[in-house]
């Protein structure tokens, strides 16, 4: 999910969350639903319109020193994955 589309649902969310908790504060003490109840029903509605709970990701640690590869590593690992995929090498296909 995009940034922008994460931060339009982050708002509709809370949009929707506070004009219940306002509909809620407007009726009798006596008439209002029990606060665990109110926050059940409201994550179940969230959840009934396609929300979901996620496990927060630890951030990949990028560093910029990585090696390049090897030359020889590399056409090995492309002559590897040619014969693999029944693919002639580029030089043996112009001889053909």
């Given amino acids: 999910m995009t940034d922008n589309r994460l ?15 306002r509909e809620r504060e407007q009726l009798p003490e006596q008439e209002r639903v029990d606060p665990d109840l109110f926050a059940l029903r409201f994550l179940t509605d969230m959840l009934g319109r396609g929300w979901r709970l996620t496990n927060a990701r630890k951030p990949v640690p990028w560093t910029g020193n990585r ?7 590399a056409r090995r690992g492309a002559e590897l994955v040619r ?4 693919l002639a090498h580029p030089e043996r296909r112009e001889q053909s």
């Avoid at 931060?7 to 908790?21: G, W």
């Avoid at 090696?67 to 590593?73: A, F, H, R, S, V």
């Avoid at 014969?83 to 029944?86: A, D, E, K, S």
């Fill in 7 to 21: 931060n339009r649902a982050t708002r509709a969310a809370v949009a929707v969350l506070a004009y219940r908790i």
């Fill in 67 to 73: 090696q390049p590869l090897d030359p020889e590593t």
């Fill in 83 to 86: 014969r693999r995929l029944g």
